[in-house]
């Protein structure tokens, strides 16, 4: 395994890192099943588990399976989403961080996370606030980095200058979307990332499943049928996952390691998170952790699809509140 520093924190992560969405209750695992594939993982080299108290149980799982192996663990955990109906159980205000963080440390059975991240932007509060309580956190040592995710490029500058100009300490890590299929973020967001010496743990690298090459245009897949995954039925992105299929079998390589190789060969990004819900789903990617791709075949996958443009949009991308709210926009 060729670990990769951190941004500039000096913190050594594994270029996949295990995503725990999938590995909550209610994704169909029990903790048990969900504890073995944590301990194939680690097993395997990788040192970094990332996971969220919007979760639901997941830090609870991971929290129970870390036990005895917590010290080689670099892990990582976020807030902001909205934790039940009360509307100060979420975003990032001073008055729910210092609670949140309470509660993932309970739940994780820690007295410190290495990364702690922001889960999504939140305009109502000031950036100096969030970025005030982060650095007490960091001073007490009840987290040792912090980060966060979904942001748009003029706020990732926006709290570098806040932090430098308050003298607080500056986000460390970002973690946006990042596929073959979305590579937006290579216009804006990844130069910003470098240039202030940041990490990028990235997440979706296969497409939410796109880039596996299991769902195909003329398909009957059931995945396809169902409304939360409306992804799977983006004529865009199936278009675009047809002409993947071929290359990748000249190449000699299935699907899903030509999209994991894809996504850590950016020099921007550090590591990839990889969301599995079964052993057999984390071998497969394993096997392919030293795949690289020379230069000739990144250079086909820039004429499929073009630097810094996405193909449709992912279900889950962030969307600001002056898209989703006509108020924000009309007079």
């Not at 870390?66 to 990032?92: C, H, M, W, Y």
């Not at 979305?182 to 967001?189: A, D, K, S, Y």
């Amino acid at each position: 395994m060729q670990y990769r520093t951190l941004g500039r924190t000096g913190i050594q992560v594994s270029p996949y890192a295990l995503g725990t969405l999938m590995l909550a209750g209610a994704m169909g695992n029990t903790a048990d099943e969900s504890a073995r594939i944590i301990h194939r993982a680690l097993d395997a080299g990788i040192n970094l588990v990332d996971t969220s108290d919007a979760y639901g149980d997941s830090e609870e799982v991971v929290g129970k399976a870390l036990e005895g192996r917590r010290d080689t663990v670099v892990l990582a955990t976020k807030f902001s989403r909205p934790i039940g109906t009360d509307p100060n159980q979420r975003g990032a205000s001073r008055r729910w961080i210092v609670t949140a963080v309470e509660n993932s440390l309970r739940r994780l059975r820690t007295d410190h996370i290495d990364l702690y991240q922001l889960h999504l932007p939140d305009p109502s509060t000031d950036i100096e606030e969030t970025l005030s309580a982060l650095t007490d956190l960091l001073h007490s040592g009840k987290v040792r980095a912090i980060g966060a995710s979904h942001t748009p490029a003029s706020e990732i500058v926006e709290a570098q200058w806040v932090a430098e100009r308050r003298g607080l300490a500056r986000f460390h890590t970002e973690q946006p979307a990042y596929s073959i299929l979305n590579r937006g973020i290579e216009r804006e967001i990844l130069p910003a990332i470098q240039r202030y010496g940041m990490g990028a743990l990235v997440w979706g690298p296969l497409g939410q499943g796109l880039l596996t090459g299991r769902v195909r245009r003329d398909g009957d897949n059931g995945l396809r049928r169902a409304a939360v995954f409306r992804h799977l039925n983006d004529a865009r992105r199936l278009d675009v996952v047809e002409q993947l299929i071929p290359l990748a079998e000249e190449a000699g390589l299935p699907m899903t390691h030509l999209a994991m190789a894809f996504t850590v060969a950016h020099p921007g990004v550090t590591s990839a998170l990889i969301g599995v819900r079964t052993e057999e789903h984390l071998d497969a990617l394993l096997t392919g952790l030293d795949v690289t791709l020379p230069g000739e075949l990144l250079d086909r996958l820039d004429e499929i699809v073009p630097p810094g443009t996405d193909v449709g949009t992912l279900d889950q991308a962030y969307q600001p509140p002056a898209l989703l709210d006509a108020a924000l926009r009309r007079r």
